[in-house]
Nanobody
Framework: VQLQASGGGLVQAGGSLRLSCAVSGPNPDYYAVGWFRQAPGKERERVSCVSASLGGNTAYYVDSVKGRFAISRDNAKTTVDLQMNNLKPEDTAVYYC????????????????WGKGTLVTVSS
């Protein structure tokens, strides 16, 4: 399974960006896909995740992005998008998408595949 994140860029605080993760490989319906981010000098952290298509397509968010970010899966295009609204300077980070095999939800055992990141910079 290969993942490719895109859509990063520079935006002012309060603005919006849409990230997209293209997923390729066998059995995409069996994979949960999550978004993570890593800010300079900080550890990588979870952001959002959608469970496998055959596992219910349930969305998960960490508290810091609830109400501002929305994750969605397009099964026809095998992409998972992250719509980010009302961005804040603290959202500045490299964003990664990753896939976890299984139908048991998100962040269950750890991600199996990772894509390269895309940089999001939010200016104040």
């Amino acid at each position: 399974v290969q993942l490719q994140a895109s859509g990063g860029g520079l935006v002012q605080a309060g603005g919006s960006l849409r990230l997209s993760c293209a997923v390729s490989g066998p059995n995409p319906d069996y994979y949960a896909v999550g978004w993570f981010r890593q800010a300079p000098g900080k550890e990588r952290e979870r952001v959002s995740c959608v469970s496998a298509s055959l596992g219910g397509n349930t969305a998960y968010y960490v508290d810091s992005v609830k109400g501002r970010f929305a994750i969605s899966r397009d099964n026809a295009k095998t992409t998972v998008d992250l719509q980010m609204n009302n961005l804040k300077p603290e959202d500045t980070a490299v964003y990664y998408c990753a896939a976890e095999y299984g139908l048991g939800g998100c962040w269950t055992y750890g991600m199996d595949y990772w894509g390269k990141g895309t940089l999001v910079t939010v200016s104040s």
